[in-house]
């Protein structure tokens, strides 16, 4: 059975900590905004200038002027700040960003990270994952365990550019969660979804872990 999309990112929100600084990537990731543990203070970052995004806005009330870096329409909240995008990255380069989740086309066992492009296809450019990946303090992935086609996410080695070289500390699948303490050591399986067994897992997963 595994988790849909909205329980990856309800699971993804399970690891966000009090006063956290958060910077989410589009698709699935754009969703942990909604699954914010009620009580629990994080503030959301976009890389296109904005400090303290709120949730997304209910049909009908969208302002097309209000968006993150995925050019999705967003809401703001009475504590929201607005700023250029050069000071935007400064936060993330210069580490001030405590966690970021992004998604990916393929993750390498030693924590490299490819998602940003498939070669032969029109991109509009990298945007900001390289910085994300190079300067937030904890870098967690969500992606679908196969692609469309059936292959492996979670490989020895990736075949697409990369983004980033051994920077990934933990993936989120519909299929279960990989850890790793540091990045020195191996991803282990610490998490099934529900209805999943580790068998399942191996025989979907090319890259070498720990379970």
Sequence with gaps: MG???NQMAARAAKELQDGYYVNLGIGIPTLVANNIPDGMEVTLQSENGMLGIG????????DPDLINAGKQTISELPSSSYFSSSDSFAMIR?????????GAMEVAQDGDIANWMIPGKMIKGMG???????GVKKIIVVMEHVSKNGDPKFIPECTLPLTGKNVVDMIITDLCVFQRPDHSSPFRLIELAPDVTADEVAAKTTARYES
């Design 55 to 62: 949730p997304f806005p209910y049909e009908g009330e969208e």
């Design 3 to 5: 988790w849909d999309r």
């Design 128 to 134: 900001g994952a390289m910085d994300l990946v190079a």
């Design 94 to 102: 210069g580490g001030h960003i405590d966690l970021t989740v992004l």
